[in-house]
């Protein structure tokens, strides 16, 4: 299946918008149009006058390194002077009779897509990768695995590569599922004699499948046969030239109870995380929520927002549509202050983490175990400091703001997925062990009331 150079090209004026700050850009997909050349990498360009041709010239640079990125190799620029014919505007059908005719089965939903997806430091790589896939299926990465915890964004990303395949190319099967459903359609088939007709739709009918949840199938009982059914499906997928794009909590080689076939083959392709957002990325995430839901929110109303809700992207947006509702029920404007009073649990809470140094946090649980902070920090892994070293790690996750990033690197570990691992082993362990749960709890209200 090959797509041609135009399906991309909205989104890469999506992109130039974003990365300008003019949103004019986005409103250039009716008066140009793009072809792409792969015999020599070459996008032509066709604009109606010399004054768009000089706005696009200025900043060919920028296009092509968006180019570099979506088409997965090094692109060159040709823009033409062309005007596009009224004609051929006015018998433009809508996207909506696009999808229509599209085979695809999946109800993708329509708010999610590249375009209202907000891009920060925090998750610049994973849309790029989806942006590419979107854009050329099964020829840049395949798999594709996306890791990062709930509410950040994976299943808009999957959604939007859904979307952008139905509108730009209709004739192309794509489906959208997660591991239960998938589970649940498998289950159904064994009982009912119809396995067959199971491995046909999963392996045959779609050109690009999107699996969301994937950890689901390593937590059931009785995966063996199912695992090893799901292995086959994504390699019949793969050798077959058909893309696969994989969303999770975990990173593969944390999810427990995964076979060892499946981690192999989740990692042979391109594996990419979404992190907790930065602030600026979340004062964007309000602003653009704020603005789809024609609610007046203020920047710094925005800002105080952005503030109080550090980490569930949902969550935020969830603070933004209850906080227009509040607004509208008591015909007040919405203002730092009136946030606060909403949400004083919530400004206390943050307040109470901001305080918390993790300095503080190391030397507090490093005096209750007797060891040195020093020992803390290090990397000695002798099984003495192990234990405080990763109650450290916990609480510190617990206590402050610091994203897993910052908080790897104060204890100089190799990426926050070990930050992540550590604080899931502590939960694991305060589940059976009664004495490190209340000593746990004993450290963090010392913490809080010292």
């Known amino acids: 299946m090959t797509l041609e150079g135009i399906h991309f090209w909205p989104e890469v004026l999506n992109s130039l918008s974003l990365k300008t700050g003019n949103s004019i850009f986005k409103q250039w997909t009716s008066i140009t149009a793009a072809k792409y050349n792969p015999s020599n990498n070459t996008v032509t360009v066709d604009v109606p006058n010399l004054l768009v041709k000089e706005q696009l010239s200025k900043l060919s640079g920028d296009i092509i390194e968006i180019m570099d990125q979506i088409m997965f190799c090094k692109t060159t620029i040709e823009i ?12 433009t059908k809508p996207i909506i009779e696009l999808r229509q005719k599209t085979k695809n089965q999946s109800n993708f939903i329509p708010r999610f897509t590249f375009e209202n997806f907000v891009v920060g430091s925090n998750n610049q790589f994973a849309y790029a990768s989806c942006l590419s896939v979107a ?7 395949n798999p594709l695995f996306i890791f990062g915890r709930s509410g950040l964004g994976k299943t808009h990303l999957l959604h939007a590569i859904g979307n952008y395949v139905s509108q730009y190319s209709p004739s192309t099967n794509v489906l959208y599922t997660n591991g239960e459903k998938f589970l649940n359609e498998y289950v159904k088939a064994i009982r009912t004699g119809m396995i067959e007709d199971f491995r046909k739709k999963f392996r045959e009918s779609y050109d690009v499948i999107l699996i969301d949840d994937i950890q689901f199938i390593a937590g059931i009982e009785g995966k063996g046969k199912f695992q090893e059914e799901f292995f086959h499906t994504i390699a019949f997928l793969q050798d077959h030239n058909k893309q696969v794009v994989i969303a999770s909590d975990k990173f593969p080689d944390e999810i427990t ?8 083959r989740f990692s042979s392709g391109l594996i990419c995380d ?3 957002p930065e602030l600026e990325t979340r004062i964007a995430i309000v602003s653009s929520r704020a603005q789809m839901a024609n609610i007046p929110i203020s920047p710094k109303a925005a800002v105080r927002i952005a503030e109080l809700f550090t980490g569930s992207i949902r969550e935020l947006e969830g603070a933004v549509t209850s906080i227009g509702a509040f607004s509208s029920f008591a015909n007040t404007e919405i203002t730092p202050d009136f946030i606060d ?3 004083y649990d919530k400004k206390l809470e943050v307040k109470e983490k901001t305080a918390i140094d993790i300095n503080r ?3 507090r649980v490093a005096n209750h175990y007797q060891v040195s902070a020093s020992d803390i920090y290090g990397t000695d892994r002798k099984k003495e400091l192990i234990l405080p070293r990763h109650v450290s790690i916990y609480i510190a996750k617990q206590l402050t703001n610091k994203p ?9 570990k190799k990426n926050h997925s070990t930050i992540l691992h550590a604080c899931e082993k502590i939960e694991d362990m ?9 000593d746990i709890e004993y450290i963090i209200n010392d913490l809080k009331n010292s």
């Open 80 to 91: 033409c002077i062309k005007k596009v014919d009224d004609k051929d505007l006015k018998n």
């Open 135 to 141: 854009a050329r299926p099964s020829k840049s990465y």
């Open 257 to 264: 109870g995964l076979d060892t076939r499946l981690k192999t």
């Open 274 to 276: 979404i992190k907790i």
């Open 341 to 343: 009073y909403i949400y």
């Open 361 to 363: 946090i190391i030397k």
């Open 404 to 412: 897993m990033s910052e908080i790897a690197r104060i204890f100089k």
């Open 430 to 438: 305060k589940k059976n062990d009664l004495k490190l749960k209340k």
